[in-house]
């Protein structure tokens, strides 16, 4: 077996040192009725060959969007990923390295952390953001049960324009870990009022902007409302590139902003490793989950970084954790942290710039097709349309044709026949102009 | 004579003007490099169109720094030098299972149709990726001898999260939520707080003298209002709980379940099938057992084997087979509902089963095997010149008190700095927290014999020294490395987690 270097003639030498006649002799506390003495039914090793061929074969099963017009979003984004980045995580320092816990031999991993945190407090506009989460769903559930702590309430307000994976997450956690979840109906136009729903009981009120459905809001008057109420305001961003062009959470009050970094780094994988934005208040910093990275010296002077404040961290607290995370999405904020550098002030300005011009040239080819209607007055990169037939028929007759149209919004709402002609789109940089014209042409077709 | 007086002398005369020293290289932050209108990328042209961003245009910079390419390669490149790494040397994490990560399992999460897939795509366009969660389920189905599994989980900690809640479901549907989990104080940080995150009181376990959850203890705490138990086996002192049939009886006596903390699977796959130890939920570590790499702390996977009595409390979304190929069940009206965004780490899921299938059902026995006799190979190595903190053999991991330090002024944590200097990343350090100093180590399969030959030669040379009272000489370690001990009280007390730009100095003076 390739990836073991034993030699049996090492097993018989080490077993003679150990003292024991076999291996078997050293799973003499398994009870003799639980110690399985052969193989259980599953295939023999495979070569290398052998292994890329049967995946490459299931890979082909499948019709990747690196293959096909591509239109997908409800948060997760097709983008390009600039090769340098993928190459240099792949560098086994980073890949194969542990959680920086001995700080003397992870000063690399630990000085991206840094920069990582100090990137994603610039972009949302926040005072300090930890070294990730597992993704913009499960972050944004944090910041509820954060929300819960610092204002010792327990009734967390969730917009309808809130991504419904990440609306589910917290309701699981709500249901069973013990707060009151709030939920308004699916605001697909854009045009919630949230005020009357938040009293003396709500910890905080979460939003996403841009929304599910695609609408940029001002969130500024809701962070007044929220906080003359007492409760915070949790605004998460599925959609990191658009905070290269629109104005940051935090200019506009918010508490805590989560967001899912996906977009910049990570390939879409089908849904997952991604990786979890968390930024909040300095005044909040040891309510804070996850693991953060500080600046500190050594006993030469000079300047290093550690993971610090781990008193608020299970293997430290345990019981009174702030959260129980413990590996969280390292290297895919490596890859954040990286293909952030490469775009830089410059770069990620002119790519949200491209992601909306795309987008808005794209809205405006699809909503002149007859029977097709934009919801949005606003947009970043991704729209809803409302179709003269249901969305998951279109989609089906589309990807037929090699395109991937979108997401049918009744995929995340199932069951509401007032949301199932509607069809989120979205689209990034890799949409070129004849994407976009092959996109008309098959709506058209597809509508007729 | 005075060791750290001589290797300070000596470190004044070799200093560099650059602060370089060979191939250790200062490194700046990315934000001390940059300059305005750089960039690492090149854009097309943004295309007229029509602005729909409302008034909510950004109006004040980001502050990000502008860099080249070449800037960008040489910055990584260079903090990746100053990591220790699997790909380096033995890295002996107890309970951390650092093996081997197969380049081909890489190059098959990256290819065409998986790493390009999106979540959400029509699902006749992803049979194949469905399929492919559908192959690993079976895997790690029958190697734990369970009928379903959830997949969603992202890493350990999720998994038990998954699995407490699935108890947690389990029990309301009958109206019994119940009050206390029972923890062994030899348990990870994360068993208590996962228990405690879902509401239940955390009732400890003590450990016995060999270093089990100590049975008559356990029995004696079970009540109506027990939940269920946390226990991991093979547990964190490397220990096979040989009670563990007779902990799954009492805890199914009065109405509980049994979670087990899979982190330590690596010695037992292919050996043992936790389902048959009468086990009902248990995470498996994809990031451990099955090699998907650690990253630097992530991302990971924690799949969560559950029994028949915990399966119809699973989360979504799953996998079904139909008459018209794979299905995904995004939404089933069940107790649990969702516990992350999409379907779960599918990039962790390409590579592990790459790592399954490449080594079989017999390589994986065979791998298991391995990690055990090197660990008690390590045992028999030190256990003269180190303390074993329970007598016998051990499973995948060797665990040391540090009794064979008193006297000596060295601590644990100044002999896992030492071992820094000598080329190796430290074993674990005080953990478990039942073992005095505990010094924890799991070499793995990975290490060959002529490896661990010289580890164990190290490790006692070292022991050696500290008991010569040369206590001067592993205060001062590590000596070698990008950056000696750092300053853990000054991080914590004036928290610096960010860069910000200097104030600017005053003009006129």
């Given at each position: 077996?390739?990836?073991?270097?034993?030699?049996e003639?090492?097993?018989?030498?080490?077993?003679?040192?150990i003292?024991v006649q076999?291996?078997?002799?050293?799973y003499?506390?398994?009870?003799?009725?639980?110690h399985?003495?052969k193989?259980?039914?599953?295939?023999?090793?495979?070569?290398e060959l052998?292994v890329?061929?049967h995946?490459?074969?299931?890979a082909?099963?499948?019709?990747?969007t690196g293959s096909?017009p591509s239109?997908?979003?409800a948060?997760?984004?097709?983008?390009h990923?600039?090769a340098s980045?993928?190459?240099?995580?792949q560098?086994?320092e980073?890949?194969?390295?542990y959680?920086?816990?001995?700080?003397?031999?992870?000063?690399?991993?630990l000085?991206?952390l840094f920069?990582f945190?100090?990137q994603v407090?610039l972009l949302?506009?926040?005072?300090?953001a930890n070294?990730?989460?597992?993704?913009?769903?499960?972050a944004t559930?944090?910041?509820?049960t954060?929300?819960?702590?610092?204002?010792r309430?327990?009734?967390?307000?969730?917009s309808?324009?809130?991504?419904p994976?990440?609306?589910?997450v917290?309701?699981?956690?709500?249901k069973?870990?013990?707060?009151?979840v709030?939920?308004?109906?699916a605001d697909a136009k854009?045009a919630?009022?949230?005020?009357?729903?938040?009293?003396?009981?709500?910890?905080?009120?979460?939003?996403?902007?841009?929304?599910?459905f695609g609408?940029?809001h001002d969130l500024s008057?809701l962070?007044?409302?929220?906080?003359d109420?007492?409760?915070?305001?949790v605004v998460a961003v599925?959609?990191?590139?658009?905070?290269?062009?629109v104005t940051?959470p935090?200019?506009m009050g918010?508490?805590?902003?989560t967001?899912?970094g996906q977009?910049l780094?990570?390939?879409?994988?089908?849904g997952?490793?991604?990786?979890?934005l968390f930024a909040?208040?300095?005044?909040?910093?040891?309510?804070?989950?996850?693991?953060?990275?500080g600046q500190?010296?050594d006993v030469?002077?000079k300047?290093?970084?550690?993971?610090?404040?781990?008193?608020?961290?299970q293997?430290?607290r345990?019981?009174?954790?702030?959260s129980?995370i413990?590996?969280?999405s390292?290297?895919?904020?490596?890859?954040?942290n990286i293909?952030l550098?490469?775009?830089?002030?410059?770069?990620?300005t002119?790519l949200?710039e491209l992601n909306h011009a795309?987008?808005s040239r794209?809205a405006d080819?699809?909503?002149?097709?007859?029977g097709v209607t934009?919801?949005?007055?606003?947009?970043?990169?991704?729209?809803?349309?409302?179709l003269?037939?249901?969305a998951t028929?279109v989609?089906?007759?589309?990807?037929?044709?090699?395109?991937?149209?979108?997401?049918?919004?009744?995929r995340?709402?199932?069951g509401d026949?007032?949301?199932a002609?509607?069809?989120?789109?979205?689209?990034?940089e890799t949409?070129?102009?004849?994407?976009?014209?092959?996109?008309?042409?098959?709506l058209k077709e597809?509508l007729? | 004579?005075?060791?750290?007086t001589q290797?300070?002398?000596e470190r004044?005369?070799?200093?560099?003007?650059?602060?370089?020293?060979g191939?250790q290289?200062e490194?700046?932050l990315?934000?001390?490099?940059g300059m305005?209108?750089r960039s690492g990328?090149d854009?097309p042209?943004?295309?007229?169109?029509?602005?729909r961003?409302?008034?909510?245009?950004?109006?004040s910079?980001?502050?990000l720094?502008?860099l080249?390419?070449p800037?960008?390669v040489?910055?990584?490149?260079?903090?990746?030098?100053k990591?220790?790494?699997?790909d380096?040397?033995v890295y002996?994490?107890?309970?951390?299972t650092?093996?081997?990560?197969p380049?081909?399992?890489?190059?098959?999460?990256?290819?065409?149709?998986i790493g390009d897939?999106?979540?959400?795509?029509?699902i006749?366009?992803v049979q194949?990726?469905l399929?492919?969660?559908?192959q690993?389920?079976h895997w790690?189905?029958?190697?734990?001898n369970m009928p379903?599994?959830?997949?969603?989980?992202?890493a350990?900690?999720h998994?038990?999260?998954?699995?407490i809640?699935?108890?947690?479901a389990?029990?309301?549907a009958?109206?019994d939520?119940?009050?206390?989990?029972?923890?062994?104080?030899?348990?990870?940080g994360t068993n208590?707080?996962t228990?405690?995150?879902c509401g239940?009181?955390v009732?400890?376990?003590?450990?016995?003298d060999r270093?089990?959850v100590?049975?008559?203890a356990?029995?004696?705490?079970?009540?109506?209002d027990v939940?269920?138990?946390m226990?991991?086996?093979?547990?964190?002192?490397?220990l096979f709980?040989n009670?563990i049939?007779d902990?799954?009886d009492?805890i199914?006596?009065?109405?509980g379940?049994f979670?087990?903390?899979g982190a330590n699977?690596?010695?037992?796959v292919?050996?043992?099938?936790?389902g048959?130890?009468?086990?009902?939920a248990?995470?498996?570590?994809?990031h451990?057992?099955?090699s998907?790499?650690?990253?630097?702390?992530?991302?990971?996977?924690?799949?969560?084997?559950?029994s028949?009595?915990l399966?119809?409390?699973a989360p979504v979304?799953y996998?079904?087979h139909?008459a018209?190929?794979?299905?995904?069940?995004?939404r089933n009206?069940?107790?649990?509902?969702r516990?992350?965004?999409f379907?779960?780490?599918?990039?962790?899921?390409?590579r592990?089963?790459?790592y399954?299938?490449s080594h079989?059902?017999?390589?994986?026995r065979?791998?298991?095997g391995?990690?055990v006799?090197?660990?008690?190979?390590?045992l028999a190595?030190?256990?003269d010149e180190?303390t074993?903190?329970f007598p016998?053999t051990?499973m995948h991991?060797?665990?040391f008190?540090d009794e064979?330090?008193?006297?000596?002024?060295?601590t644990?944590l100044d002999?896992?700095?030492?071992?820094?200097?000598e080329?190796?990343h430290?074993?674990t350090?005080?953990?478990?927290?039942?073992?005095?100093?505990?010094?924890l180590?799991?070499p793995?399969?990975?290490?060959?014999?002529d490896g661990?030959d010289r580890y164990?030669?190290?490790v006692?040379?070292?022991?050696?020294?500290?008991?010569?009272?040369?206590a001067a000489?592993?205060?001062?370690?590590p000596?070698h490395?990008?950056?000696?001990?750092l300053?853990?009280t000054l991080?914590?007390?004036?928290?610096?987690?960010?860069?910000?730009p200097?104030?600017?100095?005053?003009a006129a003076?």
């Open positions: 077996m390739r990836y073991l270097p034993l030699t003639e090492d097993r018989r030498a080490m077993l003679a040192a003292g076999s291996v078997d002799a050293l003499s506390d398994v009870p003799q009725t639980v399985l003495t193989p259980v039914d599953l295939p023999g090793f495979k070569s052998e890329e061929r995946i490459g074969a299931l082909s099963k499948n019709l990747g096909c239109f997908l979003g948060g997760a984004y097709r983008h990923i600039p980045v993928d190459h240099l995580i560098r086994g980073f890949l194969t390295s959680t920086p816990y001995q700080p003397e031999v992870t000063q690399g991993t000085q991206y920069e945190q100090t407090a949302t506009g926040m005072d300090v070294a990730s989460m597992y993704d913009g769903a499960t559930c944090e910041a509820v954060m929300a819960n702590r610092v204002t309430r327990s009734r967390a307000v969730l309808g324009g809130l991504h994976h990440y609306r589910e917290i309701e699981t956690h709500g069973f870990t013990g707060f009151e709030t939920a308004a109906p854009g919630e009022d949230l005020s009357r729903l938040i009293d003396a009981k709500t910890s905080c009120v979460v939003v996403q902007n841009p929304s599910f609408h940029v008057d962070a007044k409302v929220c906080h109420a007492g409760a915070l305001l599925t959609e990191v590139v658009s905070l290269g062009l940051p935090g200019e918010a508490d805590i902003v967001a899912e977009s780094g990570v390939p879409l994988s089908f997952g490793p991604y990786v979890g909040t208040r300095d005044k909040f910093i040891r309510q804070m989950p996850g693991r953060l990275t500190t010296v030469d002077g300047r290093g970084w550690v993971l610090t404040l781990s008193t608020r961290e293997h430290i345990r019981e009174k954790a702030t129980n413990c590996t969280n390292g290297l895919c904020a490596l890859a954040f293909h550098t490469l775009l830089g002030e410059a770069g990620l002119k949200a795309t987008a794209l080819r699809l909503s002149a097709i007859p934009l919801f949005n007055e606003t947009l970043f990169n991704e729209f809803t349309l409302a003269p037939k249901p028929e989609v089906e007759a589309l990807a037929r044709k090699r395109i991937l149209g979108g997401v049918p919004v009744s995340l709402y199932p026949a007032s949301l002609n509607l069809l989120l789109v979205a689209a990034t949409v070129s102009d004849e994407d976009i014209a092959a996109y008309e042409a098959a597809v007729r | 004579m005075s060791a750290p290797i300070q002398s004044r005369v070799l200093r560099t003007i650059s602060g370089n020293k191939l290289i490194e700046p990315i934000f001390e490099q305005k209108g990328v854009l042209a943004v295309p007229p169109h029509k602005d961003l409302g008034a909510l245009k950004r109006k910079d980001i502050g720094p502008g080249s390419e800037q960008v040489r910055h990584y490149t260079k903090l990746s030098q990591n220790y790494a699997i380096m040397g002996p994490l107890g309970s951390c650092m093996k081997h990560n380049r081909l399992n890489e190059k098959v999460a990256r290819l065409p149709g897939l999106h979540p959400m795509q029509p006749s366009t194949g990726a399929e492919l969660i559908d690993l389920a790690l189905k029958t190697l734990t379903a599994v959830a997949m969603s989980p992202a350990g900690a998994g038990e999260l998954c699995g809640m699935t108890i947690r389990a029990l309301l009958k109206g939520a119940r009050k206390r989990i029972l923890v062994p104080e030899s348990a990870h208590p707080a228990a405690a995150a239940y009181e009732d400890p376990v003590p450990a016995d270093g089990r100590d049975l008559a356990f029995k004696a705490k079970l009540g109506p939940a269920g138990t226990i991991t086996n093979p547990n964190t002192c490397g709980e009670d049939i902990i799954a009492a199914h006596e009065i109405g379940y979670y087990c903390d699977f690596n010695a037992i292919g050996r043992v099938r936790p048959d130890l009468g086990i009902d248990m995470h498996i570590n994809l451990k057992t099955f998907t790499p650690h990253g630097g702390g992530g991302p990971g996977s924690g799949p969560v084997v559950l028949a009595a399966a119809p409390y979304p996998v079904v139909g018209n190929g794979f299905d995904l069940v995004e009206g069940s107790a649990f509902g516990l992350k965004g379907h779960g780490q599918m990039g962790m899921f390409v592990a089963l790459a399954m299938m079989g059902s017999d390589g994986l065979q791998a298991s391995d990690a006799l090197n660990a008690n190979y390590i190595g030190l256990k180190m074993p903190a016998g051990c991991e060797a665990l008190n064979f330090l008193d006297g000596t002024d060295v644990t002999f896992a700095k030492a071992m820094i200097d080329g190796y430290p074993m350090m005080y953990f478990p927290l039942v073992v005095h100093g505990a010094l180590m799991e793995t399969e990975t290490e060959s014999k661990l164990i030669e190290v006692k040379g070292l022991a050696k020294r500290a008991k010569a009272g040369d000489y592993f205060k001062g370690a000596y490395t990008p950056r000696r001990r300053d853990e991080a914590a007390r004036q928290p610096v987690l960010r860069w910000k200097e104030a600017p100095k005053k003076e």
